[in-house]
Structures are given as structure tokens and as C-alpha cells.
């Protein structure tokens, strides 16, 4: 593999800081396609170790891994088959090591995925459970129950599952007959864990403490208010709180987590994957004894419209503040539609139920608009998760149906195109047959489109106008500017209902302006502002449609100039 980077020498500010995610970058990294260190065609940890160099220019604080652990790989490898063990495809544990390491000599933090929800149907668990007998304490680590109707024909509920279809499966006994029936919220290669179980609590902990030991600094907890059910099991929908999301019980889970995380000399993190539409009890979930942080999803779901997006934030901001949490601005993730492409859409929010096939998208506009939203995002006080390739400003790849192996799009009948339009291998090089991804000639698991030499690493860090240059320009500031590293945070006047305009830092930090062109027509810079950083090339002292820009205010008039609500 060829690795094109620059390594800079500015070393990320956050080394030595206890509590360095309060304004960190953190990547997200999906390793079966960063970068195939041994050429087979699968991406790895000896490739991610081989790219150190690129991260660090990057400018990222951290890096989350979505799950290495050995799987059956059915659902992206959200079907953990054992915690201590790295996917064969993606390593060893002594390369996991080494990585942790050597990522952290470059200041740079690792962070774990935690699949508590559920375990692979290959996990020795599951096995045991299968071959035990009803009521056995090995199926009381799952939630076992017998069918409804005459025969037990009937599953136990007719709860629907994120993934579409039932959400129980019939288990067949020793003597060939049906027997009980196991919940799965997702694929039934997924069975749910029972977290009223005292071993499943020890086991997540002691899983906790295993990569801790081995110096990562914080997990990311998949699907993190599913965990406890209500074990009447009623349907959704009836009187009372939902049977398995966000119920009560849940935070007593994250109180023991917290316990265990600051039970490390440096804390470690705990980031929840929380989808709660109700602000007020997410916020329960970043209490001073539970987790650090969760995903804003909100904000990642929301249209491209100021007033939208102004809602969000403000939204956010209010919500995460009495509970005294940090919050995180994010895009895109592993399970959605990339930026560029979505915001290039006549719809550009984003929900699951809405994935279709053949939606025209005008990926130049998009562009544009992803660019202008790197700066928003980047601007914003809190955490900032950035999603690999995204740095690189790539589309979502509609890939052909024979070769998508996504559950979401079996389970929707073939209408949902699934999630890994937002997987295929990232292109490092303008040449080879995989773009450098792994060697020439050497298939990459999923095909990149053919014109993705333009787009890749290499290309792009010759060019100072590209995307990839725009990350790097924008997160240095994010480092170098006490402004964006303080929590001061007001909006400002803009000069239409259509720009968003809002200030970082105090006088005594020095002051940072962002302001987001949504409309149709060029504004004007404000006066008494000097530019510091733009999406686009600066035409005329003017911010175009779909352009943010970061602005100084010149020191004389810092506190003269700035009009605030
Ligand atoms: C989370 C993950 C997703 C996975 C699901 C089930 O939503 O982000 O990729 O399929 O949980 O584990
Ligand atoms: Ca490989």
C-alpha cells in the first residue's frame, strides 16, 4: 500500500488534557475499508497503522473504531462473536496493541465500540444457550420464551424491529421439535442480551476493563438505550414506557460503566449511541454519573436550512446544559447517507425509512454544501466526530444489488439500498486498481467507482482548494485558536433570516465569527472582519450561497462591531 501524507509537526493539543474530549476530533474509523495493509483486498489494522502519519495531519484527537472483534461479520460486525478477539481479517490483538500504542506517540487516543444490546449468534454464549434446557441459567442470558397461540406457534410479541420483520426467532429443541422462541431487535444472527442477569452485567464489565487495561481512553456504546426490557413484554404502544427503549433501568447500567471508567487514573469515555427524540431524557443520559457524551443525531438528521439547523443548535446547546455535558456536532456516520450526496438532494434530511434507490443528487452543490457544513460543524463548541471519507468529500456509492450484504436492505425486500454506500474503501492513490486501498490488481471488498482517482488522498493534498485541504486548514484552527477551544458560544445578527452567524471566544480569548450563507444570494463580509478560513474561494469580499466563513474581527473594534442578540 501506498501511503501519500504529510506529517506536520504540530503535536494535537490535547495530550495531557483529563478532559481532552471536551473540543476534541475524533475519527470515526470503519478499518475493513481505511486500508488493506496485506493485500487482500480487506482493510486492516496494519493498514490504519501504516496511515498513522495521514491522521495525524489530519489534525484528529482520537480514533473510534467500529467493531474489529472476531464475527460472523453478518451485520458489519455489530454480531460480536468474542470481545478479546480482533477480527482475523483486521488483525491480532498484538497489532491492536501495538496500534494503540503507537497511535497515542502520535498524540492521538483510540477509542473502542461496545456492542451491549446483543452478541453474535456465534458467540459460545449462544451456543451453550441453544443446547441447554429451557429455563437453564445459560438462557436466562437471553431472553428465551415460549410462543403464543396453541402451539406456540406465535412469537411473544409483535414488536417490530430498526431492521424491519419480527424481531423473534423459533429455536428448534434437541428432539427435532419447535421450541422456544429467542428476541433479536435485529438480524436473528443478533440475539438480544438479558441485562437483568448479573453475569451479563460482569462479563460487559470485565470486557471494559480487558481494552482499558490494553490503554484505550473510552468506548462507544452501540444502541445504548435498548439495553433493558420490560419483561411482562406488552406490546408498543401500550399504557406505560416503551418495553425496550430508554426504559429507567437503563442508567443504573452507566452509573457502574462510569464507576469503572473513572476508576483509571486518567478517566476513560464513555459516548452513547442514543436515537431519543425527547431532549429532556437524553439528557439523563450525560448526568454527571453516566456518560460523557452521546451522538447528536438530531443535528446529523436535520435539513440544510438555517432555520432548521439554528433550532438544533440551540436545541442542543439548552439540552446539554444543565446536566453539564459536552455536546457533539456529527454528520455522517457508518449508517447513513454521506453528506455530499444528501445534501445535493431536493430532501436533504436524513431518515432511515426514506433510502431508496436512484434519488437524484446534484453532488456539486452538495460539495458545496458539505464544505460549508465542515466549517459550521467545526465552529460549534463541543466535540466533533468526523466520519472517514468524509475528509475526502466522497459521495455515497450506490452499489449494485448482487453485491450489497447489508441486513437493511434484505430485511426491507430490496427497496432500503442498504448501508454500505457510505463503506467502500477509501482512495488514497490517483492510480492503481483500488486506488491504492491495497495493491494493484488486488480487488477491494466492495468496488470503488472508476473516477475516484480525482478524489483520492493524493490528489487532493496537491490541491490547496480541495477538501481534504479544507479539513486539515479548518481543524488546525480548531487547535490553535482559543476561541474554538473555549466554551463561549453567542449568536450574532446576520444580515438575512438565511445566515447563521454566531461568535466563539471572549475578548479575553480573542473572538471568532462563523457565519453560513443558506440563501440564494451573496452577503457581504461585515465590516470590521478579516478572513480567516472559507469554504469556498473568497469572490469579492462577498459570502456566496452555500459558503461558510470564518472571520476575525479586527482587535480595535472587537467589542464595537459585534451586535449581539
Ligand atoms: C448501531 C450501529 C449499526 C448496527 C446496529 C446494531 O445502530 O451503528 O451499524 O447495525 O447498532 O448493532
Ligand atoms: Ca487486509
Redo the contacts with the bound molecule.
Keep these: 500500500m501506498t501511503v501519500p501524507s504529510t506529517i506536520e509537526t504540530r503535536q494535537p493539543a490535547s495530550v495531557g488534557d483529563p478532559r481532552w474530549w471536551r473540543n476534541a476530533v475524533i475519527y470515526q474509523l470503519y478499518p475493513r475499508s481505511f486500508a488493506d495493509g496485506n493485500g487482500d483486498g480487506i482493510g486492516d489494522l496494519a493498514g490504519v497503522r501504516a496511515s498513522l502519519p495521514y491522521l495525524r495531519g489530519l489534525g484528529v484527537d482520537a480514533l473510534w473504531f467500529?467493531p474489529w472483534y472476531a464475527s460472523p461479520w453478518v451485520?458489519?460486525g455489530?454480531?460480536v462473536a468474542d470481545y478479546r478477539a480482533i477480527h482475523p481479517d483486521l488483525g491480532t490483538l498484538a497489532e491492536a496493541e501495538a496500534l494503540i500504542a503507537e497511535a497515542l506517540d502520535l498524540g492521538i487516543r483510540t477509542i473502542v465500540d461496545i456492542?451491549p444490546?446483543?452478541v453474535s449468534s456465534a458467540h459460545p454464549w449462544f451456543a451453550e444457550a441453544l443446547g441447554s434446557a429451557v429455563g437453564s441459567p445459560a438462557r436466562d442470558r437471553f431472553w428465551f420464551r415460549p410462543g403464543l397461540g396453541t402451539s406456540g406457534e406465535l412469537a411473544p410479541t409483535g414488536w417490530v424491529s430498526?431492521?424491519r420483520g419480527g424481531t423473534w426467532t423459533r429455536t428448534t429443541d434437541a428432539d427435532g421439535r419447535p421450541g422456544e422462541w429467542y428476541l433479536h431487535?435485529?438480524t436473528p444472527e443478533?440475539p438480544d442480551l438479558n441485562w437483568d442477569n448479573p453475569e451479563v452485567r460482569a462479563e460487559h464489565e470485565a470486557v471494559l476493563r480487558f481494552w482499558f487495561d490494553r490503554g484505550v481512553a473510552g468506548v462507544r456504546i452501540?444502541?445504548a438505550a435498548l439495553l433493558v426490557k420490560d419483561p411482562t413484554l406488552p406490546e408498543v404502544g401500550q399504557a406505560g414506557r416503551h418495553p425496550y427503549v430508554d426504559r429507567d433501568g437503563v442508567h443504573d447500567i452507566y452509573r457502574s460503566w462510569r464507576a469503572v471508567a473513572d476508576s483509571y487514573p486518567q478517566p476513560k469515555l464513555l459516548v452513547g449511541?442514543v436515537?431519543l427524540e425527547d431532549r429532556a431524557r437524553f439528557a439523563n443520559y450525560l448526568r454527571p454519573d453516566e456518560l460523557h457524551t452521546a451522538f447528536n443525531f438530531d443535528f446529523m438528521t436535520r435539513p440544510w436550512d438555517a432555520a432548521e439547523l439554528r433550532d438544533s443548535i440551540e436545541a442542543t446547546l439548552a439540552s446539554h446544559r444543565p446536566v453539564a455535558a459536552t455536546p457533539t456536532w456529527v454528520l455522517s456516520?457508518?449508517?447513513v447517507t454521506r453528506p455530499v450526496t444528501r445534501y445535493g438532494r431536493s430532501d436533504t434530511s436524513f431518515g432511515f425509512g426514506a433510502k431508496r434507490f436512484g434519488v437524484p443528487s446534484d453532488e456539486s452543490l452538495g460539495t458545496r454544501r458539505a464544505r460549508a457544513a465542515a466549517l459550521l460543524t467545526a465552529a460549534l463548541p463541543g466535540a466533533l466526530y468526523v466520519y472517514q471519507g468524509d475528509e475526502l468529500g466522497l459521495p455515497e456509492v450506490e452499489l449494485p444489488p448482487e453485491q450489497i450484504s447489508d441486513?437493511?436492505h434484505f430485511r426491507s425486500g430490496g427497496v432500503d439500498p442498504g448501508?454500505e454506500g457510505c463503506r467502500v474503501p477509501l482512495p488514497w492513490t490517483r492510480d492503481g486498481s483500488s486506488h491504492g486501498f491495497g495493491p494493484d490488481g488486488i480487488p477491494a471488498w466492495l468496488p470503488q467507482p472508476r473516477h475516484w482517482d480525482g478524489i483520492s488522498v493524493e490528489a487532493q493534498e496537491a490541491d490547496p482548494a480541495s477538501m481534504l485541504s479544507l479539513y486539515r486548514a479548518a481543524l488546525a484552527l480548531r487547535h490553535s485558536e482559543p476561541a474554538l477551544r473555549s466554551d463561549d458560544f453567542g449568536w450574532l445578527d446576520g444580515p438575512t433570516e438565511q445566515v447563521l452567524a454566531f461568535r466563539r471566544g471572549s475578548p479575553e480569548t480573542g473572538r471568532l465569527t462563523c457565519l453560513v450563507n443558506f440563501g440564494p444570494r451573496p452577503v457581504e463580509i461585515p465590516p470590521g472582519h478579516r478572513l480567516v478560513l472559507a469554504s469556498q474561494p473568497n469572490i469579492d469580499n462577498k459570502v456566496g450561497p452555500d459558503v461558510a466563513v470564518w472571520l476575525r474581527p479586527f482587535a480595535e473594534t472587537n467589542n464595537t462591531q459585534e451586535k449581539e442578540k
Design positions: 467500529t451485520d458489519g455489530y454480531d456492542v444490546n446483543h430498526d431492521f431487535l435485529f443478533q452501540d444502541s449511541e436515537w456516520n457508518h449508517d441486513p437493511m448501508r
